[in-house]
């Protein structure tokens, strides 16, 4: 059932992904990313960590995708000039891809050594809030605090990004 | 007694939950709608829907008036209009996304029913168990994990409809709704350090949130958590608002300046779904309200149903059974519901719609403040009890 | 003229968070809720015409069930959106009010034209058409509400004056002016 | 129950390199911009998955990190992708050339 599961999520996953890059319609590859977040907060699920899967949808599927839809549908780009793709753009990336592929196949294939036997898994440490808590109050309290600091420079950032400016030239 | 259900394979339980869910939501979806009008006739001094009846009903002498006058079939009425209306897809629209818009406005309002609680009874071991479809840890993060996909439908309905008016509606409901969720989650942030103030559960489960307010006689455990915390009660509330886009925060429609907001070129079964998911998500935050800061299926503060039932038990002797317990449970929470949704509605036909800048403001300048202000005071107030 | 400029009254805290406001109007709307209804229900139930109600214009008889309208056309004239069609024709000398120059051959009023303003009745030198109470005109096609003149008659009915100006005017006729 | 770390990590790296090649292929920011927090949550995923079947939860807790971090990133980069679109009227890559020459 689980296995079963896994390569369902799997290919649902990965064929959203093949439609984010894909399409030409940048709405519609918003929506994949969209559902390509979904599959993987149920890879979460799968994974026993229901807290990440709640937050990925929260944030990422909840926040993000739909900012970026925002985004599109404000500036509604489907006008301009569409050039071809250069030759040297396509190959560079698809030997990239090709490169990268096969290295999944041999993570795919690694004869599993010992440290993460497949059958007998760890308990699932991942399932208890009160674990997340403990662990980002005391050990990662720094990176805690530093995130917070990102956030709000972050959200400064934007202010001032969004204001409009009096008098600037365009760079030409 | 309901033994032989958990003997069936996973996805026959599984379907039978989904089909429940619907079965359930949808009539109360509707019964809502019904409500709705007979509160906005009896505050404009109407009588309201009183003249539908269904031919071979007619007949029976005493009955079928009575039902008539309640207007209970005009239920039926509305929803065959939709049903069997003429469903028109305008031309220029994106058919897709126009098409699926509803079909996603359905899917979260279903989605986080299963995950509210409704009510507990004792099993035999004298543990209380929660009535609930899916009782996960992180209860009210998946609610509003769930809850926030709802913003997808509103955005992709104005976009598809390739129309002016349907796409200034839907950018506004989008931020309203996306503005709100912060001091909406702000707000439940003190209720959720007191119930997991330190030898707490450590959970963000709604069962808990019932079980903080379970306290027996006077002290301050049995406090419903919503006269323990006014103020988050107060945010959640308005939030709650502004999310289901009920009222005075109804941006998403403002028929005075948008005409009718994102569904504007929607009709028939397809508006309908809207419809419905208004109303179910109205349902849910009522629960979810309920649970939190009115004691959940609890009848009073300080009464818990538990104790109920073991007064009952003195002169009932079944009173403890499990079924007996489980529909008081759930008749007082549908109670509670109730009178939240009368709320709703009650302040729907009061109210006049905010600006948009004004809603902004509110939701910005002074809800965030104020849910920032209260999580740092109770969090301080909660470590000074703790201490 | 002088500009009056009157500033905005500033508000107190409690009316800034709109919460008083709002439990005010939600007071209001509360003690609505539970008075009785103050609509009518319709069909059942039916208003209290005034006398003068101006509503379906209507042609009357005299006591005598003969038709006042003498078919002079000023209605149809003075009619604002030309609701009525008249068409004149002679009376047959034997007929009883066979006397009279002319009645109407037809009388059409067409109620999706009419808008109900009252001055056919105003106009009328012989008193004959009338707006009555009735105000609920229904039809299935645009033909139905086009009132012929039967139904213009069914509707009137008998205007219970004590004129009787036919008879004397067939008295004076036969006996010279004297009879007075 | 044969599914190992191996399958995930694979998974995980496929979603990466699929939002690679779309970071080199594409020319709409929005679109490359999507792919690349594509590549974000392929990380996460993988990060999961060692957290999972190692019996720690640091893995977990990074993916809070990532978490934060994107949305911070999403916030800031979809602002300057406004702003470069007030001022140039395109999306392009291939048109947002000014420091060329």
């Known amino acids: 059932?689980?296995?079963?599961?896994?390569?369902?999520?799997?290919?649902?996953?990965?064929?959203?992904?093949?439609?984010?890059?894909?399409?030409?319609?940048?709405?519609?590859?918003?929506?994949?990313?969209?559902l390509c977040l979904m599959g993987i907060a149920s890879l979460f699920v799968l994974l026993d960590a229901y807290l990440l899967a709640a937050l990925?949808?929260?944030?990422?599927?909840?926040?993000?995708?739909?900012?970026?839809?925002?985004?599109?549908?404000?500036?509604?780009?489907?006008?301009?000039?569409?050039?071809?793709?250069?030759?040297m753009t396509a190959l560079a990336s698809t030997?990239?891809?090709?490169?990268?592929?096969?290295?999944?196949?041999?993570?795919?294939?690694?004869?599993?050594?010992?440290?993460?036997?497949?059958?007998?898994?760890?308990?699932?440490?991942?399932?208890?809030?009160?674990?997340?808590?403990?662990?980002?109050?005391?050990?990662?309290?720094?990176?805690?605090?530093?995130?917070?600091?990102?956030l709000l420079i972050a959200m400064l950032g934007v202010i001032v990004l969004s204001k409009k400016f009096e008098g600037m030239e365009d760079i030409k | 007694m309901l033994d032989f259900f958990f003997h069936w394979p996973l996805w026959a339980q599984s379907a039978v939950k989904g089909l429940a869910v619907i079965a359930v939501l949808f009539p109360f979806a509707a019964a809502c709608s019904m409500a709705e009008r007979k509160i906005c006739a009896w505050i404009q001094g109407r009588p309201g829907p009183n003249r539908t009846i269904v031919p071979w009903l007619a007949w029976i002498p005493v009955i079928a008036p009575f039902l008539q006058r309640l207007g209970l079939f005009q239920l039926a009425a509305d929803g065959g209009k939709f049903v069997f209306k003429e469903d028109p897809i305008p031309g220029h629209v994106n058919k897709l996304y126009f098409v699926l818009a509803p079909i996603l406005a359905m899917i979260p309002a279903l989605t986080t029913v299963t995950i509210v609680p409704f009510g507990a009874y004792f099993n035999q071991a004298g543990q209380l168990v929660p009535l609930v479809l899916a009782n996960v840890d992180i209860g009210l993060l998946a609610v509003f994990a769930i809850s926030s996909l709802g913003v997808y439908s509103v955005i992709l309905a104005g976009w598809a409809s390739n129309s002016k008016y349907p796409f200034l509606g839907s950018i506004r409901a989008s931020a309203q709704l996306i503005s709100y969720e912060l001091?909406?989650?702000?707000?439940?942030?003190?209720?959720?350090?007191?119930?997991?103030?330190?030898?707490?559960?450590?959970?963000?489960?709604?069962?808990?949130?019932?079980?903080?307010?379970?306290?027996?006689?006077?002290?301050?455990?049995?406090?419903?958590?919503?006269?323990?915390?006014?103020?988050?009660?107060?945010i959640f509330l308005v939030a709650l608002f502004a999310e289901t886009n009920r009222q005075p925060f109804d941006m998403a429609e403002s028929e005075a300046d948008l005409v009718g907001g994102f569904h504007t070129e929607y009709g028939a079964f397809k508006w309908s779904l809207f419809f419905v998911a208004e109303y179910a998500h109205m349902i849910v935050g009522s629960g979810v309200f309920t649970l939190m800061f009115l004691g959940g299926w609890n009848p009073l503060p300080g009464l818990p149903l538990a104790a109920v039932v073991h007064g009952l038990e003195h002169w009932i002797s079944w009173a403890s059974h499990p079924a007996f317990m489980g529909v008081l449970g759930v008749l007082i929470f549908l109670g509670k519901v109730a009178f939240f949704i009368f709320f709703f509605m009650?302040?729907?036909?009061?109210?006049?719609?905010?600006?948009?800048?004004?809603?902004?403001?509110?939701?910005?300048?002074?809800?965030?403040?104020?849910?920032?202000?209260?999580?740092?005071?109770?969090?301080?107030?909660?470590?000074?009890?703790?201490? | 003229m002088a500009v009056l400029?009157?500033?905005?009254?500033?508000?107190?805290?409690?009316?800034?968070?709109?919460?008083?406001?709002?439990?005010?109007?939600?007071?209001?709307?509360?003690?609505?809720?539970?008075?009785?209804?103050?609509?009518?229900?319709?069909?059942?139930q039916r208003p209290e015409i005034p006398k003068n109600y101006r509503g379906v214009p209507t042609l009357v008889k005299?006591?005598?069930?003969?038709?006042?309208?003498?078919?002079?056309?000023?209605?149809?004239?003075?009619?604002?959106?030309?609701?009525?069609?008249?068409?004149?024709?002679?009376?047959?000398?034997?007929?009883?009010?066979?006397?009279?120059?002319?009645?109407?051959?037809?009388?059409?009023?067409?109620?999706?034209?009419?808008?109900?303003?009252?001055?056919?009745?105003?106009?009328?030198?012989?008193?004959?058409?009338?707006?009555?109470?009735?105000?609920?005109?229904?039809?299935?096609?645009?033909?139905?509400?086009?009132?012929?003149?039967?139904?213009?008659?069914?509707?009137?009915?008998?205007?219970?004056?004590?004129?009787?100006?036919?008879?004397?005017?067939?008295?004076?006729?036969?006996?010279?002016?004297?009879?007075? | 129950?044969?599914?190992?770390?191996?399958?995930?990590?694979?998974?995980?790296?496929?979603?990466?390199?699929?939002?690679?090649?779309?970071?080199?292929?594409?020319?709409?920011?929005?679109?490359?911009?999507?792919?690349?927090?594509?590549?974000?949550?392929?990380?996460?995923?993988?990060?999961?998955?060692?957290?999972?079947?190692?019996?720690?939860?640091?893995?977990?807790?990074?993916?809070?990190?990532?978490?934060?971090?994107?949305?911070?990133?999403?916030?800031?980069?979809?602002?300057?992708?406004?702003?470069?679109?007030?001022?140039?009227?395109t999306v392009q890559v291939e048109e947002l050339n000014a420091l060329r020459n």
Request: aromatic share 10%; proline share 5%; net charge positive.
């Open chain 1, 1 to 34: 059932m689980s296995d079963f599961l896994f390569y369902l999520i799997a290919v649902f996953t990965a064929g959203c992904a093949v439609g984010v890059v894909a399409n030409k319609n940048a709405v519609n590859a918003a929506m994949c990313l969209m």
């Open chain 3, 5 to 44: 400029h009157v500033s905005r009254k500033p508000l107190t805290f409690a009316e800034r968070t709109y919460i008083p406001q709002i439990l005010e109007g939600l007071k209001i709307t509360f003690k609505r809720m539970i008075q009785p209804a103050e609509t009518m229900e319709y069909p059942e």
């Open chain 1, 95 to 150: 030997v990239a891809l090709a490169l990268m592929l096969v290295g999944v196949c041999m993570l795919r294939n690694r004869v599993s050594g010992g440290a993460a036997p497949t059958a007998a898994l760890a308990a699932p440490v991942g399932t208890v809030l009160k674990n997340y808590a403990e662990l980002l109050f005391t050990t990662y309290l720094l990176p805690v605090q530093i995130m917070g600091f990102l």
């Open chain 1, 56 to 87: 990925l949808v929260l944030v990422y599927a909840g926040a993000v995708v739909a900012l970026f839809l925002f985004i599109v549908m404000l500036l509604d780009m489907q006008g301009g000039v569409k050039r071809p793709f250069r030759k």
């Open chain 2, 183 to 234: 001091s909406m989650t702000l707000s439940v942030l003190p209720v959720f350090l007191w119930i997991n103030k330190p030898g707490g559960a450590g959970t963000l489960s709604l069962f808990a949130a019932v079980e903080a307010q379970s306290g027996q006689g006077l002290h301050f455990d049995s406090l419903w958590l919503g006269i323990w915390m006014p103020v988050s009660a107060f």
């Open chain 3, 62 to 180: 005299d006591p005598n069930g003969r038709e006042k309208c003498v078919s002079c056309q000023l209605c149809e004239f003075v009619c604002p959106p030309k609701a009525i069609r008249i068409t004149p024709g002679e009376i047959p000398p034997d007929a009883p009010t066979g006397h009279v120059e002319k009645g109407p051959q037809a009388f059409d009023i067409d109620m999706l034209r009419c808008i109900y303003c009252g001055l056919c009745q105003e106009v009328c030198p012989e008193e004959a058409i009338f707006l009555q109470n009735q105000y609920s005109m229904v039809g299935y096609s645009r033909e139905e509400m086009v009132n012929h003149k039967s139904r213009l008659y069914e509707l009137g009915g008998t205007l219970p004056d004590q004129h009787h100006k036919w008879d004397k005017k067939k008295a004076a006729e036969e006996h010279g002016n004297a009879a007075h």
């Open chain 4, 1 to 89: 129950m044969n599914i190992g770390l191996n399958e995930y990590l694979a998974l995980s790296g496929l979603l990466f390199a699929l939002g690679f090649f779309g970071v080199l292929l594409r020319k709409n920011t929005l679109i490359i911009f999507m792919c690349l927090e594509l590549m974000l949550v392929a990380a996460t995923l993988a990060l999961v998955a060692f957290s999972r079947f190692n019996g720690t939860l640091d893995g977990d807790v990074f993916v809070f990190f990532i978490l934060t971090v994107a949305a911070a990133e999403v916030a800031v980069g979809l602002a300057i992708i406004v702003a470069l679109f007030r001022r140039r009227q």
């Open chain 2, 346 to 387: 009650w302040v729907r036909w009061t109210l006049p719609r905010f600006r948009y800048d004004q809603i902004m403001k509110l939701g910005w300048q002074k809800l965030l403040p104020l849910a920032i202000g209260n999580l740092i005071f109770y969090a301080l107030l909660i470590a000074l009890i703790d201490r």
